[in-house]
């Protein structure tokens, strides 16, 4: 995080000048108040480059209507449409307010002001807002930026995590990607958060997103040091710490699907998996039977677990291929059936364990093995 001093607003102008997509969004400014808001202010003031476009408007989207690449995207909870710029999708809001019915529930919203809207936010440092055209100053009712340069996370009321306690593990989320420390009332008010209000669909959406943060096993060990997700598994930070550095390194950059690897490392994996991971094959090809079932990312869990042999079968074995097909052990007079699959795996098995190599090789085998001439273990 930069030091509070370089965390200026008055550089704001310039950097949204620089966003892509900016242009467009202005054409929406000229017919309706339109506010830079939430994680895209708070991420531009900490200089980061490229921030996301996070778009507010107040007054009626209708009056949106006709604008290049904007699509109405209304529904009675959200009140949102979307702006395509080329490939880039900028989402766009209508500023509202909400109330919540019971503890957990999803809000009932209405049409407000855009001060109305930064009140129902979460955390201070994602309530600001800056308008895109007009009075260029930072809009900040709730003193996000002095939070932010403090690198504290303080909720804008008391009854923040009763109404959503999903907020809890955003917290967690943000404490663990700035650095942040939680202010000591927002963590009185935290240690009273209760999940169990929240519908389970709701609480993995969260854990995705920490997923995808780039110390996701910072925020998990936050979650139990909080104890806000009883049901989460205590080894979750360790197992995720080994998958988000595995996956970051060859063999498996690349191959394994990141976000998903960390998923599944977040809960306790499942026992065919860790019976993967506790298996010792003596042989490249039995290992390779091992391993081909199973998704990358069901595999770099289990190596995190322990099973180091998988590397092998990241960087080399899972690329062996024979050189013959089915139709050449056909040619050769062998009809189709379970007769030319043994005869290729039993090729394949052989080559993988250094056994023999090269077309001629691998075509007497499988001939031998399809014909029944070399018993099948």
Same mark, same amino acid.
């Given at each position: 995080?930069?030091?509070?001093?370089?965390?200026?607003?008055?550089?704001?102008?310039?950097?949204?000048?620089?966003?892509?997509?900016?242009?467009?969004?202005?054409?929406?400014?000229?017919?309706?108040?339109?506010?830079?808001?939430?994680?895209?202010?708070?991420?531009?003031?900490?200089?980061?480059?490229?921030?996301?476009?996070?778009?507010?408007?107040?007054?009626?989207?209708?009056?949106?209507?006709?604008?290049?690449?904007?699509?109405?995207?209304?529904?009675?909870?959200?009140?949102?449409?979307?702006?395509?710029?080329?490939?880039?999708?900028?989402?766009?809001?209508?500023?509202?307010?909400?109330?919540?019915?019971?503890?957990?529930?999803?809000?009932?919203?209405?049409?407000?002001?855009?001060?109305?809207?930064?009140?129902?936010?979460?955390?201070?440092?994602?309530?600001?807002?800056?308008?895109?055209?007009?009075?260029?100053?930072?809009?900040?009712?709730?003193?996000?930026?002095?939070?932010?340069?403090?690198? +504290?996370?303080?909720?804008?009321?008391? #009854?923040?995590?009763?109404?959503? *306690?999903? @907020?809890?593990?955003? =917290?967690? %989320?943000? $404490?663990?990607?700035?650095?942040?420390?939680?202010?000591?009332?927002?963590?009185?008010?935290?240690?009273?958060?209760?999940?169990?209000?929240?519908?389970?669909?709701?609480?993995?959406?969260?854990?995705?997103?920490?997923?995808?943060?780039?110390?996701?096993?910072?925020?998990?060990?936050?979650?139990?040091?909080?104890?806000?997700?009883?049901?989460?598994?205590?080894?979750?930070?360790?197992?995720?710490?080994?998958?988000?550095?595995?996956?970051?390194?060859?063999?498996?950059?690349?191959?394994?699907?990141?976000?998903?690897?960390?998923?599944?490392?977040?809960? +306790?994996?499942?026992?065919?998996?860790? #019976?993967?991971?506790?298996?010792? *094959?003596? @042989?490249?090809?039995? =290992?390779? %039977?091992? $391993?081909?079932?199973?998704?990358?990312?069901?595999?770099?869990?289990?190596?995190?677990?322990?099973?180091?042999?998988?590397?092998?079968?990241?960087?080399?074995?899972?690329?062996?291929?024979?050189?013959?097909?089915?139709?050449?052990?056909?040619?050769?007079?062998?009809?189709?059936?379970?007769?030319?699959?043994?005869?290729?795996?039993?090729?394949?098995?052989?080559?993988?364990?250094?056994?023999?190599?090269?077309?001629?090789?691998?075509?007497?085998?499988?001939?031998?093995?399809?014909?029944?001439?070399?018993?099948?273990?």
């Amino acid at each position: 995080m930069p030091e509070s001093s370089q965390i200026d607003p008055e550089r704001l102008p310039q950097a949204i000048n620089a966003l892509p997509g900016i242009d467009a969004v202005r054409r929406i400014a000229e017919r309706v108040p339109t506010y830079l808001v939430g994680g895209a202010v708070r991420d531009l003031l900490l200089g980061a480059d490229g921030a996301d476009l996070d778009v507010a408007i107040e007054g009626d989207a209708a009056a949106l209507a006709g604008i290049p690449g904007y699509q109405p995207e209304r529904d009675e909870l959200f009140l949102t449409g979307r702006l395509e710029v080329g490939d880039q999708k900028i989402d766009v809001a209508q500023t509202r307010a909400e109330t919540y019915p019971r503890a957990g529930a999803l809000p009932e919203v209405r049409p407000a002001s855009i001060r109305e809207d930064l009140a129902r936010r979460d955390f201070t440092v994602n309530a600001m807002a800056f308008p895109i055209a007009g009075d260029a100053r930072l809009i900040d009712p709730h003193g996000g930026l002095e939070d932010l340069r403090a690198g +504290r996370l303080r909720v804008l009321h008391d #009854e923040s995590f009763i109404d959503d *306690p999903t @907020r809890a593990l955003r =917290a967690a %989320r943000y $404490a663990a990607r700035f650095g942040f420390e939680v202010e000591p009332e927002t963590a009185r008010l935290l240690a009273k958060a209760d999940l169990s209000t929240v519908s389970e669909d709701r609480i993995q959406n969260e854990l995705r997103r920490i997923a995808a943060e780039d110390q996701p096993a910072r925020a998990l060990q936050l979650i139990i040091d909080w104890s806000v997700l009883p049901t989460l598994d205590l080894a979750a930070p360790g197992r995720v710490a080994e998958v988000t550095r595995l996956v970051s390194n060859p063999p498996w950059a690349g191959w394994a699907n990141r976000e998903l690897a960390v998923e599944l490392a977040t809960v +306790r994996p499942l026992p065919q998996i860790r #019976e993967l991971a506790a298996a010792t *094959p003596e @042989r490249p090809s039995e =290992a390779v %039977r091992l $391993a081909v079932p199973w998704d990358p990312s069901q595999l770099v869990v289990a190596r995190a677990q322990g099973a180091e042999w998988l590397d092998q079968y990241a960087a080399e074995w899972r690329d062996v291929h024979l050189e013959i097909t089915g139709e050449d052990l056909i040619a050769e007079g062998i009809p189709e059936g379970p007769a030319i699959g043994h005869g290729l795996e039993a090729a394949i098995s052989g080559k993988l364990d250094g056994e023999l190599s090269g077309r001629e090789e691998e075509l007497r085998i499988a001939l031998a093995t399809a014909r029944g001439e070399i018993p099948e273990d």
